[in-house]
C-alpha cells in the first residue's frame, strides 16, 4: 500500500508532458556538474540536508541504489543548506555517500521544480526528462519499482535497473 501511494504521489506532482531539464552546480571539489552529463542513465535528484532526519533514513538506500546499479543510475545528492563546505565533505566522508554531491543555496524553485520541503527527490530519464517529484523519503525498494514500471511503459530503455529486491522500508 505504501508503494502504491508513493507512485501515485509521484504521478500527480508532475504535469502530463515530461519536459527535459539541466543545471550545473559544483560538486564538492569545485567542480562543475551538469545533469546533461548523466544522459542515457536514470538520475535521482536528491535535495536534503545534514540536519534532516529523514534525509538521513533515506542516504543508505540511495548509497545502495546507486553502487548496485552504476551502469544505468546515478543518485545526485544537492545539500541544500548553507554550510560550511569543510563541514559538509566531513559529513559525506562520515556517512560513506559515494554518490555525488554538490550544494546550492536553499530557494522555494530549483530548476526542476518546487522544493518545499526536505527530502525532495526528482526521478530524470535517461532522455533528460523530468518525470516524477515525491516530498518526504524515498526508499530503494519504491525507487527500483517506479523505474522498472517506467521501462516496461517503454520510457528510458537505454537505462537497464538491476533490482537486488532486497529494498529497505
Known amino acids: 500500500m505504501r508503494s502504491l501511494i508513493f507512485m501515485l504521489t509521484l504521478l500527480m506532482t508532475l504535469p502530463a508532458v515530461a519536459e527535459k531539464v539541466d543545471f550545473t552546480l559544483n560538486?564538492?571539489?569545485?567542480?562543475?556538474?551538469?545533469?546533461?552529463?548523466?544522459?542515457?542513465?536514470?538520475?535521482?535528484?536528491?535535495y536534503w540536508a545534514t540536519w534532516c532526519p529523514p534525509c538521513l533514513?533515506?542516504?543508505p538506500d540511495l548509497i545502495g541504489l546507486y553502487e548496485d546499479n552504476r551502469d544505468s543510475i546515478?543518485?545526485?545528492?544537492?545539500d541544500y543548506e548553507e554550510a560550511n563546505m569543510e563541514y559538509?565533505?566531513?559529513f559525506v566522508e562520515s556517512h560513506m555517500i559515494s554518490y555525488p554531491v554538490m550544494q546550492m543555496d536553499p530557494r522555494p524553485v530549483t530548476e526542476l521544480g518546487p522544493v518545499l520541503g526536505?527530502?525532495?527527490?526528482?526521478?530524470?530519464?535517461?532522455?533528460?526528462?523530468?518525470?516524477a517529484r515525491q516530498e518526504g523519503p524515498v526508499t530503494r525498494e519504491t525507487l527500483e519499482k517506479y523505474i522498472?514500471?517506467?521501462?516496461?511503459?517503454?520510457?528510458?530503455?537505454?537505462?537497464?535497473?538491476?533490482?537486488?529486491?532486497?529494498?529497505t522500508q
Open 57 to 59: 533514513e533515506e542516504i
Open 27 to 46: 560538486d564538492l571539489d569545485g567542480k562543475p556538474v551538469s545533469l546533461s552529463d548523466f544522459r542515457g542513465k536514470w538520475v535521482i535528484v536528491n
Open 118 to 131: 526536505l527530502p525532495t527527490s526528482y526521478i530524470i530519464s535517461p532522455d533528460g526528462e523530468r518525470l
Open 88 to 90: 559538509l565533505r566531513e
Open 74 to 78: 546515478v543518485v545526485l545528492g544537492v
Open 148 to 167: 522498472a514500471r517506467k521501462q516496461q511503459e517503454g520510457i528510458g530503455q537505454t537505462g537497464v535497473l538491476q533490482t537486488s529486491g532486497t529494498g
